[in-house]
């Protein structure tokens, strides 16, 4: 069974957990992270597992899971059980309060709204502690994101998603500090010849069971963008506008947040020329069709004694090709999310190749926030 590591918030370990239940931990590319855990209850259990202290598993001390929900349970036997999310989680901690703006490289724009709602905002009471931006991976995308108000971690991953990268927040045990960092998986595609090659199907001998999933309910094609103003004064913009008759899917977006004029971060007045407006409009459709394209997945799981070993030559966010005959399909898809889980009887590893499948309160909350 796989050891864990048990941290407070300032980077003392508090003890380790090597008997439980039950560990199962999903690896996100997309979205945030969770462990889930099932011990039996004991004093020393209900000591160390108190929120917001940190689970690491031995062999990855640097990613670590927060803990948010605590359920104890008396029947035949005392039973706890702990989610925790990954330390990205504590950016939904913060709003963007203000409209905000940056042009420019798509790793400074994510750490642009990071800084200025968790690290160095005008309110010092706002200040995540500890939190810092580690140096930029190397991906090499413009792009220009206005907001106000809002989500900070919904915003973050919204144009994470966009240009199929991702970001974490990992634990500096020497500087005991949480380093914000953002990165994007390898291409180990057929589609490039620069890498090694990982492929995966039942053909090959490296796939136990699979199961594909093609889901167009929520998809969307073409977003109606409304900006600043009233009636027949208030500006539109329209993002993909050559999409028509059955291929043509609608989204409207309410984007009154978005104003010409604001207020920058030395407290300037900018107004914004009408082609840098429009722009804005635009990128806020972009942003928000990401969120309702088309799910096409494989969720498959993987011999993991087969010639392609998951950590060694392959890893969550890159991207693979895998196929199934049966059904003549052909995908070159990202590693998604990968689940471990361990219990006395064994271990399962599963893995999501390809969009992965909104949960229930996801559904609900993207409703909401429509």
Not at 83 to 108: D, H, K, T
Not at 213 to 233: F, L, M, P, Q, S
Request: charged share 25%.
């Amino acid at each position: 069974m796989i050891e864990l590591y048990v941290f407070d918030l300032e980077f003392n370990l508090l003890g380790e957990i090597s008997e439980y239940k039950e560990l199962q931990i999903e690896r996100n590319y997309d979205k945030v992270s969770q462990l889930v855990l099932r011990i039996s209850s004991s004093l020393e259990a209900i000591e160390l597992l108190k929120h917001d202290n940190i689970l690491t598993t031995q062999d990855d001390a640097k990613y670590g899971y927060i803990i948010e929900h605590f359920d104890y349970t008396d029947e035949a036997e005392t039973e706890i059980e702990i989610i925790a999310y990954s330390l990205n989680f504590m950016l939904s901690w913060r709003v963007i309060e203000r409209q905000q703006r940056f042009n420019g490289n798509v790793e400074n724009l994510i750490k642009y709204f990071v800084n200025n709602n968790a690290i160095t905002p005008s309110n010092p009471n706002r200040v995540i502690p500890n939190l810092r931006l580690a140096p930029n991976s190397g991906i090499d995308i413009m792009d220009e994101s206005t907001k106000t108000g809002g989500e900070l971690l919904e915003h973050c991953f919204e144009v994470c998603n966009k240009h199929e990268m991702t970001m974490d927040i990992l634990l500096n045990h020497q500087d005991k500090k949480f380093d914000f960092v953002t990165w994007q998986g390898v291409d180990h595609s057929t589609q490039q010849t620069i890498n090694q090659h990982v492929i995966f199907s039942k053909e090959f001998d490296n796939i136990i069971n699979q199961k594909y999933v093609h889901n167009r309910v929520d998809y969307k094609t073409t977003a109606i963008v409304a900006g600043e103003g009233e009636g027949t004064a208030r500006k539109y913009k329209v993002t993909n506008d050559q999409f028509s008759g059955f291929n043509r899917r609608e989204i409207f977006v309410d984007a009154r947040d978005l104003q010409s004029t604001y207020t920058n971060d030395n407290g300037d007045e900018i107004t914004m020329s009408l082609a840098e407006y429009n722009d804005a409009l635009i990128k806020r459709g972009d942003e928000k069709l990401s969120e309702y394209e088309i799910i096409e997945t494989f969720e498959s799981e993987v011999d993991m004694n087969s010639q392609f070993v998951y950590g060694i030559d392959y890893y969550l966010g890159d991207r693979v090709s895998i196929r199934n005959d049966d059904i003549q399909r052909v995908m070159h898809p990202r590693v998604i999310s990968s689940t471990f889980i361990s219990k006395k009887e064994g271990i399962m590893f599963s893995i999501n190749f390809g969009s992965n499948i909104p949960t229930l309160f996801e559904k609900i909350k993207k409703k909401v926030n429509k």
